[in-house]
């Protein structure tokens, strides 16, 4: 099983990323995708978070209006479009996958089977 997060960057507040995460070695079909965050000296959060028919979405408050989640099931990548980003938005992001066995709504890291290496995002003012 390989997740493959990429996209992170060093960026001005106001600006834009797109965050990617290729997948491999499960069934996509049943697998929930979620994105968390862990800057320093916070906990890691999860921000956002998609079902495994790409019809159901999740987003933390302080992301919602500004980051789209996103699966192309063809290309087993999972995309989270950020954009308007803020200081407060710099953390290293990575992506995760839940199983249908573990998955209760998808907010908490142990519901996680899978988990990708994480990318930086930094956003200056």
């Known amino acids: 099983v390989q997740l493959q997060a990429s996209g992170g960057g060093l960026v001005q507040a106001g600006e834009s990323l797109r965050l990617s995460c290729e997948y491999s070695?499960?069934?996509?079909?049943?697998?929930?995708m979620g994105w968390f965050r862990k800057a320093p000296g916070k906990v890691r959060e999860v921000i956002s978070g998609i079902s495994a028919s790409g019809d159901s979405t999740y987003y933390v408050d302080s992301v919602k209006g500004r980051f789209t989640i996103s699966r192309d099931f063809a290309e087993t990548t999972v995309f989270l479009q950020m954009n308007s980003l803020k200081p407060e938005d710099t953390a290293i992001y990575y992506c995760a996958a839940a199983n249908p066995w573990t998955l209760v709504r998808g907010e908490e890291a142990h519901e996680y089977e899978y988990w990708g290496q994480g990318t930086q995002v930094t956003v200056s003012s």
């Open positions: 070695g499960f069934a996509p079909d049943n697998y929930y």
